[in-house]
């Protein structure tokens, strides 16, 4: 069965960095498009980065554009997210989400928790 | 700046049906947004219900249907449950591989 395992979540001051990882199984990884999702504590969903199955094609929300950076490894059947300059509004449950056709979430993690606070 | 718009909450009696909707601050949605329905309960995960507006997940009892009414989308939950009290989130497809999640509904089933 498809799982997502996400770790690399944690504790980190205003500015610092972080590098989330997800481990994909149960399917193909190379054959699917992932995503990065987020939820804020006691907050709704919010959408954070995208990358193609082969890596080449890459968007990012606007309010993680040139700070987070996305990556895979198919190799490893594993999802990256790179975190530098981290804001106390990025505090938040990271999921990561296998993207069914280009459009919506089939399957999603636990999610990791990153907390940004001095 | 898009916004996806959902009743922030909803009551249900147990046995009976709801509609929640999700709509955009400008314009209408339809099919062409492809919109999905998510179901969550407190701590846990995101749970995939409709996607391409109409399309049940795998294993997604048939009493969750979606569809476009008037200028929204739509989640019907027929023959309402206590264990369907959770948050439900929409997302429309914005093109280039962007979304946008509105803002959850919160249903109570009571």
């Known amino acids: 069965q498809v799982q997502l395992v996400e770790s690399g979540g944690g504790l980190v001051k205003p500015g610092g960095s972080l590098r989330l990882s997800c481990a994909a199984s149960?399917?193909?990884?190379?054959?699917?498009?992932m995503s990065w999702i987020r939820q804020a504590p006691g907050k709704g969903l919010e959408w954070v980065s995208y990358i193609s199955s082969s890596g080449s094609t890459i968007y990012y929300a606007d309010s993680v554009k040139g700070r987070f950076t996305i990556s895979r490894d198919n190799a490893k059947n594993s999802l990256y997210l790179q975190m530098n300059s981290l804001r106390a509004e990025d505090t938040a449950v990271y999921y990561c989400a296998r993207v069914g056709g280009s459009s919506w979430y089939s399957h999603w993690g636990q999610g990791t928790l990153v907390t940004v606070s001095s | 700046q898009t916004v996806v718009t959902q009743e922030p909450s909803f009551s249900v009696s147990p046995g009976g049906t709801v509609t929640l909707t999700c709509g955009l601050s400008?314009?209408?949605?339809?099919?062409?947004?492809?919109p999905s329905w998510y179901q969550q309960t407190p701590g846990q995960a995101p749970r995939t219900l409709i996607y391409s507006t109409n399309t049940r997940s795998s294993g997604v009892p048939d009493r969750f249907s979606g569809s476009i009414l008037g200028n929204k989308a739509a989640l019907t939950i027929t023959g309402a449950q206590a264990d369907d009290e959770s948050d439900y989130y929409c997302v429309l497809y914005m093109g280039s591989g962007t979304v946008v999640f509105g803002g959850g509904t919160k249903l109570t089933v009571l």
């Open positions: 400008s314009g209408s949605v339809s099919t062409s947004y492809y």
């Open positions: 149960g399917f193909t990884f190379s054959d699917y498009y």
